[in-house]
């Protein structure tokens, strides 16, 4: 690797480790924590490179992008953020970052897609073009570190103004909704109507045409699409097949697998192709269990900013909220969330509140399609399956192997620490390992020691 680094990150942890690696692999590096330094780095026509952070003590990264675009053309910037959310992956896509990464980033990663980077700099000059970002609809619930929503942001992120229809699928409660909300607020045809389509809404003669008519070239989503009798996808198959020009964006959202039905003779196939240009499968909660916490902080700020209240769950109360299965998924989540803050004796939430609203089920076993006798390395597959799945036929990046091996690691031993009320010795025993090596892997992995689990 060849070329000079700029890195903007108010951590120095980060600054030290990327100017180690970068160095190590024949980098020349400069690091900062202020955006200030580094816009004067990219003035000066310094750098062939920039890896810049979102959040700066004086400034924030993403709103610079096509500063530096103005100034640099050509430049590419790869942004890392640990705000996960998918504003950030939508923010970073319209200002034409060559890439972006969410925080705890994975370090081979970075440094494979800092050298395509390089390369591609060196081979041709790409003018970007200079769009600012946006600011409003941050307020979105669509917040999650785990993998396979990282994944999730970057394809919407991609599919935003692509020419092709896209299917959502996911359980109910999940986002579906708002992820094509999402795909359309931000995309070219925000200022044209949004249109959410029942089966109802295509009965008679008239109800395809005076969808068209509503849509006006905007969006058109059809809702539980699954839900459909024949006669109504009849329809919806006419009516594409004779969209006028401008034809609207075509969008559907479904809790089944459409692919399934098929094969029972319950979805006609011309449809299913139709509908299937990209296919975004969005996790369930319970399946992305690291999140809950994010989202939980999320909704309690949300609700007091509504009014309702500034409220906070005690340790006890969120490691409840963790366990639970959420079978309702984000919204049962926010609605209990609220709940919470409308109905609380004390700034404090406790475990016995969340209790009380839960029904006092803190440990409801998740439903699973294999059914109860499900083996674990089956329900593993099928998490993988998905994991595949979210990148929309591409592969995912290089060094899956450890990738995974981390991302099991730690709800692992989260668990076991859990399990044995936080005491390490009985936790290693566990697992099977020795008490030090248990210490490094919690320290390691930036697991969250509660006042249940204390450092013996």
Known sequence: MDGTVLVADDDRTIRTVLTQALTRAGCKVHATASLMTLMRWVEEGKGDLVISDVVMPDGNGLEALPRIARER???????????????????????????????????????????????????????????????????????????????????????????????????????????????HDFSDRRTLPFVVAQAADLAGAEGPSSLIARARGGSLVFDEVGDYDDETQGRIVRMLDALPDPAPRIMATTQVDLSSLMEAGKFRQDLFYRLGGVTLAVPALRERVEDIPLLAEHFLTRAERDGLGLRHLSGEAMALVRSYAWPGNVRQLENTIRRLVVTSSEEEITRAEVEAVLGNQPAVEPMRPGGEGEKLSTSIARHLRRYFDLHGGNLPAPGLYDRILREMEAPLIEIALDATGGNQAKCADLLGINRNTLRKKITDLDIQVTRRRKLM
């Open 73 to 183: 053309p050509g430049l590419p910037v790869i942004v890392i953020s640990a705000q996960n959310t998918i504003m950030t992956a939508i923010q970073a896509a319209e200002a034409d970052a060559y890439d972006y990464l969410p925080k705890p980033f994975d370090l081979p990663d970075l440094m494979k897609r800092a050298a395509r980077a390089l390369e591609q700099k060196r081979k041709a000059q790409v003018i970007p073009k200079i769009v600012e970002p946006r600011t409003e609809g941050t307020d979105l619930p669509l917040v999650g570190r785990t993998a396979a929503m990282q994944a999730l942001y970057r394809l919407v992120a991609r599919v935003m103004n692509a020419d092709l229809p896209v299917l959502i699928l996911g359980e109910s409660g999940t986002g579906k909704s708002l992820i094509a909300r999402s795909i």
